[in-house]
């Protein structure tokens, strides 16, 4: 993970600035950094999103392949998770430097996604035992500045909400055998239903508090931290405790009451905002990578 | 994956007949209660567990755990001299974990070569036990922890956190306490306490659908809660619920753990004179 | 420590052997039932042994919050070594985890010698066997206290010497643990000559062989007399 060296004395300072509610950059234990979302950045992805969370830049991008449906789940179509971490974003993550956390990411985000609520996968299927629709999410982080889970949640929520899967028919032949034909028009083409798509909130636990959307250097005054997935309606999808730390359970159980506060409140915002910039078609002006 | 290509090999995807029984024909035991399986466990017992330490000769310390079928066994290795030394601290030893499903643990067959899934379970593990560790009292070294799961009959990475902390303590590496796993399952609103297999995979849905899944792992005299990890859908009560059920879980097989690590010490050597 | 056959097959095949759990037992966090099981006090990790006013804490215990807690299974000693409060520990069955630590007296076994150092790998600490190796090294400075500009490695150590030696420090990330001899009891103390004969000490930098009368120069170390046992 990308870490930065923190001394004892800038310890202290930021410690002390959190008992009190401000953190060093000004915001409050609550508060988010600025964030900007653009989506449909990359032209030959099915849905694509770009998030940057303070410095913390995320890259998502869908392709939707047709596949064969697992046998455990016949009807069901699924979405398979890979993190790339650039060595772009720190030196670190050169050759194999990154597959680590990379891993670490994707686990994480199977978990989030594994309930029959986040994604409809019934909907995904196109022809029972034989063909699915399997959407790969791929995610590559231009910039790493802390909380990146949280990013990438939202990335991914907002690739999703992007994301345009082409209508197929299904057609039987005279012998009983089946076609797929994909539809001649591109406009022609089957949106997921975002809603109960989960977003991520990590809370370290600094000091006797919890802080959201921690910088570099206040990971580093952290040793745990808890990751909580929620909808928008509050329900939990994914805990986890990460750091080489404990945590009380009283703090824990807290962790999860503001993880769910926060994570809700950040739902409704991004839904609008996700919305209006659809709205604005093709008139909008991209701003890409160098905005 | 890489493949072996030298052997003659089944084909390329080959799955077990028993996926393709109707849902309904696989014996399911009941979401809500119990009463048709496992005897006469209530939903927030656990199962009684048979603990060992001492099991392998080579190791420095090793620990064997039972808990209904669920067989888990784990050696713990060193302190040695660290690998790799682009580690920055060397003040602080390193632990090292490393989880393993026997191919023929779970139904479905696994694979010899580590997969990411037991990655992510070897980070669990690492997690829970690592705040648990004096690793300033070994600098430079290393402490090499491996559990192989022989069977899988749920909650098996539960017991795989006090197999490892039972093995560390066999080892005579000091922690500053033992860690304990528990495991719960939720379907509905019933709690199910260190589920089995045949509990953790019902696909049968609860009237209100929601089902989730937790392990926590513990440190019970500090009452420090070291590793946790919830999956499924869950709203915060009923989480902080399955959270304290699996609590009260721990401080249940505390006293066998205790009893379990004073025989292998009193059986190692008698009192020494003081 | 290998459990025979026979002891691995009888093993629990009714339920009643395994360990039940007691439910009425109260279970807070420090459990009182291992106090009636031994008249020696047997503890494992994380259990609170005594504060801290009233001993000093010994091996196989840490400080937390003015208590002492056991951080290993064993059994509790309290000793009385002149101080006003006695040293409490908790001691296993074998000496505990030993690492080398600066200051500590280390047996080891030269591998390879250049002209600035010897690398040695270490097997005892103290008198206690190491089950893992750890690699160390002498600089050519740190081999003998007077005239450390003269020293010649290959004068004072060959590969295959037993040496004994003290830790100076832990060494960084690029270095092994780092070793000294420079005192009159530390150097080598078994060495074979070209002959492959086990060589006798006939002064503090020569040692002869048996058989072939053959002198070589060595770093000999003058055990003392308490060390030596048969």
Not at chain 3, 40 to 61: F, N, Y
Not at chain 3, 194 to 209: H, K, L, N, Y
Request: net charge negative; proline share 5%.
């Amino acid at each position: 993970m990308a870490t930065v060296q923190v001394s004892e004395a800038e310890k202290v300072y930021i410690l002390h600035g959190v008992r009190d509610d401000l953190r060093v950059d000004g915001r409050g234990c609550e508060d988010y950094r600025h964030m900007d979302i653009e989506t449909d950045v990359v032209s030959n992805t099915d849905g694509s999103a770009k998030v940057s969370l303070g410095y913390s830049d995320v890259l998502v991008g869908v392709k939707a392949e047709v596949g064969k449906p697992r046998p455990a789940l016949p009807d069901q179509g699924y979405l398979e998770f890979f993190v790339d971490c650039s060595a772009n974003a720190t030196p670190e993550f050169e050759g194999r430097g990154g597959e680590e956390l990379g891993l670490e990411l994707s686990n994480t985000l199977y978990k989030v996604f594994s309930n029959k609520q986040s994604v409809d996968l019934h909907s995904l299927c196109i022809s029972p035992g034989e063909h699915c629709w399997v959407l790969y999410v791929d995610v590559l982080l231009l910039q790493c500045d802390g909380n990146l889970f949280d990013a990438i949640s939202i990335a991914i929520k907002a690739a999703l909400f992007n994301t345009r899967i082409p209508k197929v028919h299904l057609s039987e032949d005279e012998e009983g055998g089946k076609e797929i034909e994909l539809s001649d028009d591109p406009y022609d083409c089957v949106r997921l239903n975002v809603e109960n798509v989960p977003c991520i909130v990590t809370l370290c636990k600094i000091g006797h508090r919890h802080v959201v959307d921690a910088t570099l250097q206040e990971k580093a005054c952290s040793v745990a931290s808890l990751l909580i997935a929620t909808t928008h309606r509050g329900t939990v999808t994914c805990v986890r405790k990460f750091g080489g730390g404990s945590l009380d359970p009283e703090s824990i159980f807290e962790m999860i009451e503001t993880g769910k506060r926060v994570g809700k409140a950040l739902h409704t915002p991004l839904m609008e905002l996700l919305k209006e910039e659809e709205s604005l078609g093709k008139k909008r002006q991209k701003v890409g990578f160098l905005g | 994956m890489p493949v072996d290509h030298r052997r003659i090999r089944g084909p390329d995807e080959s799955f077990s007949p028993r996926l393709f029984l109707p849902s309904g024909s696989a014996k399911c035991a009941a979401a809500e209660d119990r009463r048709s399986g496992d005897g006469a466990r209530g939903n927030m017992d656990v199962r009684a567990i048979f603990a060992r330490c001492g099991l392998v000769s080579q190791a420095k310390g090793s620990a064997y755990i039972e808990a209904g079928n669920t067989k888990v066994i784990c050696s713990v290795y060193g302190p040695r001299e660290t690998e790799r030394r682009d580690e920055t601290e060397m003040k602080r030893g390193k632990l090292l974990a490393d989880v393993r499903l026997a191919p023929f643990s779970c139904r479905k067959r696994g694979q010899w070569i580590q997969g990411t899934e037991e990655k992510d379970l070897s980070q669990f593990l690492l997690e829970s036990l690592r705040p648990g560790v004096l690793l300033q009292k070994y600098p430079r070294s290393q402490i090499e922890v491996c559990v192989m799961v022989l069977e899988n009959d749920g909650a098996f990475l539960a017991h795989a956190v006090t197999c490892a902390s039972l093995a560390l303590a066999d080892a005579g590496i000091e922690m500053y306490d033992v860690v304990m796993g528990c495991a719960a399952r939720r379907s509905g609103d019933a709690v199910l306490l260190d589920p089995t297999f045949a509990e953790e995979h019902d696909e049968h849905p609860s009237p209100s659908g929601k089902e989730s899944r937790l392990t926590l792992a513990l440190m019970p005299a500090m009452n420090q809660v070291s590793g946790l990890q919830a999956e499924g859908e869950m709203d915060a009560e009923s989480l902080v619920e399955a959270a304290r059920a699996c609590m009260e879980g721990c401080y249940k097989l505390y006293p066998v753990v205790q009893q379990t690590l004073l025989k292998s010490v009193r059986k190692k050597a008698p009192p020494p004179e003081s | 420590m290998a459990p025979s056959l026979r002891t691995l097959y009888v093993r629990p095949n009714s339920q009643s052997d395994k360990s039940s759990i007691p439910s009425q037992q109260p279970i807070g966090k420090h459990s009182s039932l291992l106090e009636n099981m031994s008249p020696m006090k047997l503890c494992v990790p994380g259990e609170r042994l005594c504060g801290v006013e009233d001993c000093i804490p010994g091996t196989g215990t840490y400080l937390r919050h003015g208590h002492i807690f056991a951080s290993l299974a064993g059994y509790v000693l309290r000793k009385n070594e002149g101080e006003e409060l006695p040293v409490i520990s908790v001691v296993k069955e074998t000496e505990a985890q030993l690492l080398p630590d600066v200051g500590a007296i280390v047996t080891c076994k030269v591998t390879s010698i250049n002209p600035r150092f010897a690398k040695v790998h270490i097997l005892y600490v103290g008198s206690t066997p190491l089950k893992d190796r750890f690699r160390g090294t002498i600089r050519r400075e740190d081999v003998r206290a007077t005239e450390k500009d003269k020293v010649e490695t290959y004068k004072s150590f060959r590969p295959g010497d037993i040496v004994l030696a003290k830790v100076i420090s832990l060494g960084d990330v690029q270095s092994n643990y780092l070793l000294t001899t420079a005192e009159n009891e530390l150097g080598v103390v078994v060495a074979h000559s070209e002959a492959g004969v086990q060589m006798v000490p006939i002064s503090w930098c020569e040692m002869q062989c048996p058989r072939t009368h053959a002198k070589e120069f060595r770093k000999v170390a003058r055990v003392q007399p308490e060390y030596l046992q048969a």
